[in-house]
């Protein structure tokens, strides 16, 4: 098998198998597991195998993978169904395949007993097939179309349990608010391709950094900040961030996926693949890094005063987005990716395994958590990967959080001492301390979360049996990347640009020391707020854990609002990111009413305008659609009477009518 032939099979297989999933599902439901696992694992294999073949990438002199046919001939710029594989593609392929692969084993297990399972795995397989298609995409207009697919498949998995208001309303709102950005990303496509005259991403990077023939951008700016636009919705980065959380309504396997290999990693890497349109743009870059410490900042912030331990883990994900996007404002594609694929890991470890800890709890909030003892007992597996990953999260070493997090610092670090050519020092500035003050943040957050949900206090957690083995083996398969794929980092380089991802000295230092505080201060408050935990809140465990993995999480999202008065953050005084934030906590809870915000600039005008509409249409519209019906069917009622059928009043009708004639023409030839 030649390598072009493997790298088209890498995103075929889970599109076959989802059409086939989708068509045997009711008609054949033994092979639907089959179908769901199989063609993603041999994808998975064929990513390995492309990765090996190209063997390290543009940066270690192995030439990209490219082929290419037309596809259609616009009349103007044509359409041409390309692939190329890079050293970042090869890897990043790799990772969705492979966090695909174990979300779908792990859904085995998980979803083993729910009536729409069929569907779902047909779904997550196309999402998988979407993404890839993304990742090998040399087109603009054949990535679109895995971007697009990629959304509406959110919308579905998102809104699983449909049942619920929550899952609704997150499904739709994940939908319209990545679409909002997805009409200016659109519009930047086009807008790129007649600048250069090309869709191809190829063609497009080699005419803006090439030294011999490179053309300069008729619109940089403008351009760039078009494509940043999507990115944002699609990366949930500020300020279209907020459907992100919202989405952790759907089963944690899809969480796990979007937030670690699909979706949300997709925006991050268009940006690197595009990366010297944006660095045609001082001011675009500018825009980015203010964009990505801002995210940074606020969304771990928000993390701390979260409650539900899924949406502890969406806003680390918006944050850990927020380093990428940073890394890629000081034009360093490498660090990014690097952070992406370590991220991929890590995350999708915690998510799989927070699944594990809700079913064991009975709930998704902390604040319960807190108040049982012994859960580390009862899920050993996933408390000791998950250990590790929350370490890899806070970036302490030797885990892999810490080489891909300290890259993104050094490279900011050196934008900002000036020695970044084309990037403003403000903008390395401006990444490297928003990037210091959110290490010191990631790192409280991260031991809050496994203090209140490992070393509770309170009544025995209730013994539920083991977790399937297919649910466990998935989370020791992501601990070996969590815990080991950072000391990749001297060999990475060859697979990229060739720029270093060693950690420097001086960002080690200030990062590792940070995130040290954090978690000594975390420590210091749990320790003096734990006392409090002794009284259980209201609604302590609102789920049945004796009832199947999905269906106890499904229970827990929809009994936390009841139980605890907002889905966002319990109002539990032993909370030590309470004592932490103090007064911003309540802001922080709500995502500092971005979402507020948006219903009083947007929702509601859009709602009053509808309402202004559907008055017009009623009261005016349609009375003059009536009124003009109605003076033909007062003349019919008019002629109607007329027609009497008696014989006698016709006549007499004739009669009088030839009367008034006869006087009539009497009178006008008299001339009166």
């Known amino acids: 098998m030649t390598t072009t032939t493997a790298a088209v099979l890498v995103p075929l297989l889970p599109f076959l198998g989802a059409a086939a999933g989708l068509l045997l599902g009711r008609r054949a439901p033994g092979f639907v597991r089959p179908l769901a696992v199989l063609p993603t694992l041999a994808a998975a294999g064929l990513a390995v195998l492309v ?54 084993i792990y859904s085995t297990g998980y979803l083993r007993d729910d009536p729409r399972y069929p569907s779902y795995a047909a779904l997550v397989s196309l999402f998988t097939a979407a993404m890839l298609l993304v990742v090998y995409a040399d087109d603009l207009i054949v990535l679109l179309v895995g971007w697009e697919i990629m959304g509406i ?12 208001a929550a899952a609704r309303s997150a499904s739709l ?55 940043l636009a999507g990115v944002a919705g699609k990366s949930a980065q500020f300020p279209l961030h907020t459907w992100l959380p919202d989405a952790m309504a759907g089963p944690t396997p899809v969480s796990a ?10 925006g991050v890497f268009v940006v690197a693949r595009l990366l010297p349109v944006f660095a045609s743009s001082a001011a675009a870059l500018a825009v980015l890094a203010a964009m990505a ?8 912030l928000a993390a701390l005063a979260q409650d539900d331990i899924k949406r502890v883990l969406a806003y680390s994900t918006v944050g850990q987005l927020g380093y990428m996007t940073g890394a890629l404002a000081v034009d360093d594609r490498g660090a990014a990716v690097f952070h992406l694929i370590t991220h991929g890991a890590f995350k999708a ?3 799989l395994g927070a699944g594990v800890v809700i079913h064991a709890a009975g709930s998704n909030s902390l604040a319960a958590m807190s108040r049982m003892s012994g859960l580390s007992r009862r ?68 031991a809050r979360l496994w203090l209140l949900a490992f070393r509770g206090r309170g009544e025995p957690v209730p013994d539920h049996g083991k977790q399937p083995v297919a649910m466990n083996v998935v989370l020791w398969v992501l601990f070996i990347p969590t815990a080991a794929l950072g000391l990749a980092y001297g060999t990475l380089p060859d697979w990229f640009d060739g720029e270093t991802l060693t950690p420097t000295l001086t960002t080690s230092v200030l990062g590792t020391g940070l995130a040290l505080v954090g978690v000594l201060v975390m420590y210091g408050a749990w320790r003096h707020r734990s006392a409090r935990a002794a009284r259980v809140p209201l609604g302590a465990v609102a789920a049945h854990p004796e009832a199947a993995d999905a269906v106890s999480e499904a229970e827990a999202i929809a009994t936390h609002e009841a139980a605890y008065g907002s889905i966002a953050g319990a109002s539990d005084p032993a909370d030590p990111g309470r004592l932490l934030l103090g007064p911003l906590h309540r802001h922080a ?18 709602r009053a305008a509808a309402r202004l509409v559907r008055f017009l249409d009623r009261e005016v519209v349609e009375t003059y659609v009536r009124g003009a019906g109605g003076a033909p069917r007062l003349l019919g009622a008019a002629v109607r009477r007329a027609q009497t059928g008696n014989v006698q009043t016709y006549l007499g009708a004739l009669l009088a009518g030839s009367l008034v004639l006869a006087v009539a023409a009497v009178l006008v030839a008299a001339g009166a």
């Not at 939908?175 to 007649?194: H, Q, S, W």
């Not at 410490?293 to 771990?300: D, E, L």
């Not at 709500?590 to 509601?604: P, T």
Request: proline share 5%; net charge negative; aromatic share 8%.
């Open 379 to 446: 899920i050993p597996d996933a408390f000791w990967t998950m250990t590790v990953a929350l370490l890899a999260l806070a970036a302490i070493p030797p885990f892999a959080g810490f080489f891909s997090k300290e890259a993104v610092l050094g490279t900011a670090e050196h934008a900002a001492t000036g020695h970044t050519p084309g990037v403003p020092t403000g903008v390395g500035w401006t990444v490297l301390l928003a990037g210091l003050l959110t290490a010191l943040l990631t790192a409280g957050y991260a």
């Open 173 to 227: 709102k994940a939908f319209l608010v990545t679409k909002l950005g997805d009409v200016p990303f659109l519009i930047g496509i086009f807008a790129l391709a007649g600048d250069t005259g090309t869709f191809r991403i190829s063609e497009i990077h080699t005419r803006l950094t090439s030294e011999t023939a490179g053309v300069p951008l008729d619109h940089p700016t403008l351009i760039a900040l078009l494509l």
């Open 257 to 266: 996926l979007i937030h670690a290999a699909t979706m949300v990693a997709a």
């Open 349 to 351: 470890l915690l998510f």
């Open 153 to 164: 498949c959110s919308y579905f998995l998102v809104g699983h349990y449909w049942e619920t």
């Open 51 to 104: 990765a090996v073949r190209q063997g390290g990438g543009a940066g270690g002199g192995t030439a990209p993978l490219t082929a290419a046919t037309r596809l259609a001939d616009t009349g103007s710029v044509p359409i041409d169904l390309a692939l190329q594989v890079d050293g970042f593609a090869a890897l990043v392929a790799v990772l969705v395949a492979v966090v695909a692969c174990c979300v779908q």
């Open 293 to 300: 410490a801002v995210t940074m900042v606020g969304s771990a």
């Open 589 to 606: 809870a709500v995502g500092f009413h971005l979402d507020a915000v948006y219903g009083a600039l947007f929702v509601r005008p859009v």
